[in-house]
């Protein structure tokens, strides 16, 4: 059995959240003049002859890098795919920053709830965010009187962007809460994200709260597995609900540490060129429950179906997001980067989860307005967490 590298050139993300190789049309219109012509059956010549003219006869001067960028997306747009997308050097720098969890901001997970809004999933301990009162299942509306959305991928980078900035600099947030708006006030600081939260339920039961696939998730989570195996511990919950996904390398390596040997997932591009995911068949053989919801995406989906498809585990919880898709981010010598979704995923029985979700073996709902806290769960006000632990007493 064998695990596939991830190449950091293209590394392969599976992102809800957090741009082709678009620097050839790039190339090809920064310079265009009216006395290039095109072969007809060229299909972007009438692009370039339009960027011409623009420079030639526009009434003001104009910036041929936000033409550039603005032809970019405008062509990624047709795909009307919204996980597809084109990052500048400055946006590709921030993802890069929200992907090793180190930056500068407030301190929460902000990401679509399918229903056009941004949604804080997560507000992280000690963070600028926590302080000032801002709780998981906010809607963030705007920023610095900017109003924001979230329908597309492109809308929650721009709302990260915008939250973002310099050290001890202030930035206005209004959010809505159970229909009343709330505006506070945060002061930017350094955020040093921990992608993995653990405690110990019940005296004997592990609790893992996986935020993201991405970061120190893979070292977090074989960090928790020791202290619990030193606790004693002798049952498992792997909390991953609202975890947007994140990278196809960190969710194989850590099923490999919890499912047993046998095929995790594989991915398919339209080609028909499939790769293969594997479990070595090592790995911590104690009854394990994963929670999952409606926002638990992508990476949180391979990690739920493999679970579920080996008999591993009781997945619990509401049926998942159904994102079954894989994006490839390729990213160029001057900074910038392209997202672009390459192929689907499927689980090792060849069940795709896109527009589906995988359905929990115990079906818990929670009311909209009952707040999860991640970081300090508490089985007595969480039915799901609740559902879970009673699934494993018995176990």
Same mark, same amino acid.
């Not at 919204?82 to 990052?87: D, E, G, I, N, Q």
């Not at 721009?158 to 930035?171: H, N």
């Not at 709902?365 to 009952?370: G, N, P, R, T």
């Given at each position: 059995?064998?695990?596939?590298?991830?190449?950091?050139?293209?590394?392969?993300?599976?992102?809800?959240?957090?741009?082709?190789?678009?620097?050839?049309?790039?190339?090809?219109?920064?310079?265009?003049?009216?006395?290039?012509?095109?072969?007809?059956?060229?299909?972007?010549?009438?692009?370039?002859?339009?960027?011409?003219?623009?420079?030639?006869?526009?009434?003001?001067?104009?910036?041929?890098?936000?033409?550039?960028?603005?032809?970019?997306?405008?062509?990624?747009?047709?795909?009307?795919?919204?996980?597809?997308?084109?990052?500048?050097?400055?946006?590709?720098?921030?993802?890069?920053?929200?992907?090793?969890?180190?930056?500068?901001?407030?301190?929460?997970?902000?990401?679509?709830?399918?229903?056009?809004?941004?949604?804080?999933?997560?507000?992280?301990?000690?963070?600028?965010?926590?302080?000032?009162?801002?709780?998981?299942?906010?809607?963030?509306?705007?920023?610095?009187?900017?109003?924001?959305?979230?329908?597309?991928?492109?809308?929650?980078?721009?709302?990260?962007?915008?939250?973002?900035?310099?050290?001890?600099?202030?930035?206005?947030?209004?959010?809505?809460?159970?229909?009343?708006?709330?505006?506070?006030?945060?002061?930017?600081?350094?955020?040093?994200?921990?992608?993995?939260?653990?405690?110990?339920?019940?005296?004997?039961?592990?609790?893992?709260?996986?935020?993201? =696939? @991405?970061?120190?998730?893979?070292? /977090? %989570?074989?960090?928790?597995? +020791? *202290?619990?195996?030193? &606790?004693?511990?002798r049952a498992l919950v792997v909390d991953v609900r609202s975890n947007p996904g994140g990278l196809l390398s960190d969710v194989v390596q850590i099923c490999d540490l919890l499912v047993p040997e046998g095929m995790i997932v594989y991915t398919e591009d339209r080609q028909g060129r499939r790769q293969e995911y594997y479990a070595d068949g090592e790995y911590w053989d104690v009854p394990m429950a994963v929670l999952v919801n409606?926002?638990?995406?992508?990476?949180?989906?391979?990690?739920?179906?493999?679970?579920?498809?080996?008999?591993?585990?009781?997945?619990?919880?509401?049926?998942?997001?159904?994102?079954?898709?894989?994006?490839?981010? =390729? @990213?160029?010598?001057?900074?910038? /980067? %392209?997202?672009?979704?390459? +192929? *689907?995923?499927?689980? &090792?029985?060849?069940?795709?989860?896109?527009?589906?979700?995988?359905?929990?073996?115990?079906?818990?709902?929670?009311?909209?307005?009952?707040?999860?806290?991640?970081?300090?769960?508490?089985?007595?006000?969480?039915?799901?967490?609740?559902?879970?632990?009673?699934?494993?007493?018995?176990?």
């Open positions: 059995m064998f695990k596939r590298p991830v190449s950091w050139m293209t590394a392969i993300c599976l992102v809800l959240i957090a741009a082709m190789a678009s620097s050839t049309l790039t190339l090809l219109l920064v310079g265009s003049t009216p006395a290039d012509v095109a072969p007809a059956e060229d299909p972007l010549a009438r692009a370039r002859e339009i960027l011409a003219i623009v420079e030639r006869d526009y009434y003001t001067q104009i910036d041929e890098n936000q033409l550039a960028t603005g032809a970019i997306r405008g062509m990624l747009a047709t795909l009307d795919d919204p996980y597809t997308f084109y990052y500048t050097a400055e946006e590709y720098q921030a993802m890069n920053e929200e992907t090793t969890g180190h930056y500068s901001g407030v301190g929460m997970l902000v990401g679509l709830d399918g229903r056009g809004n941004l949604m804080v999933m997560r507000v992280f301990r000690d963070s600028p965010a926590m302080l000032a009162g801002v709780q998981a299942g906010d809607l963030l509306v705007a920023v610095n009187g900017t109003p924001v959305a979230g329908n597309t991928s492109r809308d929650l980078n721009t709302a990260v962007s915008l939250l973002k900035g310099d050290d001890q600099t202030p930035v206005e947030a209004t959010f809505e809460r159970n229909g009343e708006r709330l505006t506070f006030t945060l002061t930017r600081g350094a955020v040093n994200i921990n992608y993995v939260e653990y405690s110990v339920l019940d005296g004997d039961i592990g609790y893992l709260s996986i935020y993201q =696939f @991405s970061g120190d998730d893979v070292a /977090g %989570v074989t960090e928790a597995l +020791s *202290a619990f195996r030193e &606790a004693g511990v409606g926002m638990s995406a992508s990476a949180s989906e391979i990690f739920a179906a493999a679970v579920q498809e080996s008999g591993r585990g009781a997945i619990v919880g509401e049926t998942t997001y159904g994102k079954g898709i894989v994006q490839t981010l =390729f @990213s160029f010598a001057e900074g910038d /980067g %392209v997202q672009l979704t390459t +192929s *689907a995923y499927y689980t &090792a029985s060849g069940a795709s989860i896109h527009g589906r979700g995988v359905t929990p073996d115990i079906e818990v709902s929670l009311a909209d307005d009952d707040p999860i806290l991640y970081y300090a769960p508490d089985p007595e006000g969480d039915e799901q967490l609740r559902a879970a632990l009673d699934a494993l007493q018995g176990a």
